[in-house]
């Protein structure tokens, strides 16, 4: 992987990271757990897009540096096989499983 | 402020675009080939796309004193019928020498199917065989990952592909690295619900340094802002990023890849 080079143009200290970004994040995150408290008040079971939003979640707080790397790769089909036909153009957001992927190549 | 829209559906988009456009500094405005919304039916409506393309969609932003370039493709959305991606691949080089066609895209994969492979791979041949740049399509979301790592095998196993000359589109944190350490260039796309956001992108830039990259707005029919590019400019300067950095993102670096085909040409030149 390419080695990082943070030096080439990121000069803002962690205090003017927080001016700029901290409300705009705020209102993501609140947005996330309205989002989170309106799934759980509707009728209905949760599907894998709802699991595989959980599971990301759990990257978030883990004090681990590139938690969007992480985030997008927890969400993403991690196989290298072709599948056998596009049975639909749009993709959903979360990945269903490799069985779930190979049934609805089928339909 | 000048910048290079590398990345515009512009066929979709009002002429009020090409005003606001012009009005922030554009320089010129390039146009992939891409899906119209639904699937057409025949390869004369492929025809009548690479007319517009070709033909109509320069004279409407000349009207704005903009260059319009484009590339030219069966775009992976519609792919799956084979038969009729033939024979579509087959009409594309009698376009290939109009002044503002500046190589193949954008080609790709969209849900990672063995013929949107097939057909990504035709494509590349025909880029191959007639020596053009190529604008590669990167799936969204869920298949972005698989998509580019199948994207990047298929064209690192063509030995005729020199990777300077291909750019991987939509990058995001987790396939930027994928295309930069294989030697392509890599383009961000700045869209308001997918993709990634100026400050996404300018993270990216930090981490990554300002090579072989663009940022683009890929505007369409779809939920896409047109000014998304100079917006980005902003946020870098919010961030205290000079104005040379800015015109080397919005402008140098675009110019410098796309300047590899003869046929780019702006109004400084």
């Known amino acids: 992987m390419l080695a990082a080079v943070g030096s080439f143009l990121n000069s803002m200290t962690r205090r003017q990271v927080l001016d700029l970004y901290f409300v705009e994040a705020r209102s993501k995150l609140v947005d996330v757990a309205a989002f989170l408290d309106r799934a759980q008040r509707a009728d209905g079971a949760d599907d894998f897009r709802l699991r595989s939003f959980r599971a990301a979640l759990n990257q978030l707080n883990a004090g681990i540096p590139d938690r969007a790397r992480r985030v997008l790769e927890s969400l993403s089909d991690p196989t290298l096989k072709p599948i056998e036909v596009a049975g639909n153009k749009s993709a959903c957001g979360a990945w269903e499983g490799a069985k779930a992927t190979k049934m609805k190549s089928k339909g | ?269």
């Open chain 2, 1 to 269: 402020m000048r910048f290079i829209e590398p990345h515009a559906h512009m066929v979709s988009r009002t002429t009020d675009d090409y005003l606001s456009l012009a009005t922030a500094g554009c320089e010129a405005v390039c146009e992939p080939a891409f899906w119209a919304g639904f699937d057409r039916g025949s390869v004369e409506g492929f025809e009548d796309y690479f007319n517009q393309l070709t033909a109509h969609e320069p004279l409407r932003a000349a009207k704005f004193g903009l260059p319009h370039f484009t590339w030219l493709c069966l775009n992976p959305k519609e792919a799956e019928d084979l038969k009729l991606a033939a024979e579509v691949i087959e009409i594309i080089p009698k376009f290939l020498d109009r002044p503002n066609v500046l190589g193949i895209g954008e080609i790709g994969l969209n849900r990672n199917s063995r013929n949107e492979l097939k057909a990504f791979e035709m494509q590349v041949d025909l880029a191959a065989r007639y020596r053009q740049l190529i604008l590669v399509h990167t799936p969204h979301l869920e298949d972005k990952l698989k998509g580019t790592r199948l994207i990047i095998d298929a064209l690192k196993s063509d030995r005729r592909i020199a990777p300077e000359r291909v750019i991987i589109d939509h990058v995001e944190e987790h396939t930027i690295a994928l295309a930069l350490d294989a030697g392509f260039w890599a383009g961000m796309t700045l869209y308001p619900e997918s993709k990634c956001t100026a400050a996404r992108a300018i993270d990216m830039i930090e981490a990554y340094g300002p090579e072989r990259l663009w940022m683009n707005s890929a505007c369409d029919w779809g939920v896409s802002v047109p000014l998304a590019v100079p917006r980005a400019a902003l946020e870098m300067r919010r961030r205290g990023h000079s104005a040379a950095a800015v015109d080397r993102m919005l402008y140098g670096n675009p110019a410098k890849f796309l300047g590899q085909s003869p046929k780019f040409k702006l109004a400084a030149d």
